[in-house]
């Protein structure tokens, strides 16, 4: 989620983990992990192929950012 | 005029809106479902509450690359009316005919309740016939509706007049008490920057029938759009 956006949802597991009176929780922001299978071998083509689906789908640019991870076999 | 009302896989609300067109407001509206591409036959395209596509990744993201959308982008760009109502509303701004987006409410609740809504914007074809200040009583129900745009596209909206309903009290007044889910400058409909597409979280089409309760402020604002469209 972008910063500036009110994520109600990471507010109250900053509640609770502040409850948890080992914890120094500043802030806390959810988001969520998408996984997928490509079938490709070549990682610049596989980082182009998700940027693309990211923007025009997976993503919300009005109020989310993404963040990339290629990783191999 | 002929109304297309765009029915989604997860549409809910796509009868009570074809009931409120075509039985209590005897326009002339028909159901269209989402793998209709071609809407040239149409003079306005208004798109149902429900949960399209089971509202999977965010409410309207996959609805928007339904093949319909295209016949309703094309209905927008030519300058015809096209509104959305609730998930329809989040379905046009995600696919970008409406700026901003719909979040989970503030209270992370679904709510499902009367609200207040102050006629902002009295310039256009869906609420030319209704003033401004006005104040309307119409039900909500959603889980994201938080309505939420950047700075720039808020100030935008403001300078332009675009704010077509926002969240009050019932003489119109603006408080934290009567934003109901947290959204930005209490908006609940938008307009576009051509006015001729417009979303709203609240539900017109379920109060135009004064037997079910609840008043029928959305014969109002339908008979408002109806005239709107008569030259």
């Known amino acids: 989620m972008k910063p500036g956006i009110l994520d109600p949802q990471g507010d109250a597991v900053r509640g609770a983990l502040r409850a948890l009176d080992t914890a120094k929780v500043a802030n806390v922001r959810i988001g969520k992990i998408i996984e997928i299978d490509l079938e490709e071998n070549d990682k610049n083509a596989a980082m182009t192929s998700v940027k693309g689906m990211c923007e025009k789908l997976l993503a919300n640019p009005v109020t989310e950012d993404y963040h990339i991870d290629i990783t191999g076999k | 005029m002929k109304i297309a009302v765009v029915r989604f896989p997860g549409s809910n609300c796509d009868h009570d809106l074809l009931h409120a067109l075509k039985f209590r407001l005897k326009m002339d509206a028909e159901m269209v479902w989402w793998g209709k591409k071609n809407l040239d036959d149409y003079d306005a395209a208004f798109l149902a509450g429900g949960f399209s596509f089971g509202d999977y990744l965010r409410a309207g993201a996959i609805a928007r690359f339904a093949p319909v959308m295209e016949g309703v982008a094309k209905l927008a760009d030519s300058g015809k009316p096209v509104l959305g109502i609730c998930n329809g509303f989040q379905i046009l701004a995600e ?137």
Do not use: W
Request: charged fraction near 25%.
């Open chain 2, 95 to 231: 696919a970008r005919l409406l700026p901003g987006a719909l979040m989970h409410n503030k209270s992370m609740k679904f709510l499902c309740q009367d609200v207040f809504l102050k006629v902002e914007a009295a310039n256009n074809v869906f609420t030319g016939k209704l003033h401004k200040g006005e104040v309307l009583s119409m039900p909500i129900a959603h889980m994201e509706g938080r309505y939420v745009a950047d700075e720039a596209t808020i100030k935008q909206l403001e300078a332009q007049d675009r704010v077509l309903l926002r969240y009050s009290q019932k003489d119109g007044s603006l408080s934290d008490d009567s934003n109901p889910n947290g959204s930005m400058g209490a908006i609940a409909g938008i307009l576009s920057e051509k006015r001729n597409v417009a979303g709203l979280m609240p539900h017109p089409e379920r109060v135009c029938e004064a037997l079910l309760g609840g008043g029928e402020d959305g014969v109002k604002f339908f008979t408002s759009f109806i005239e709107g469209t008569k030259r």
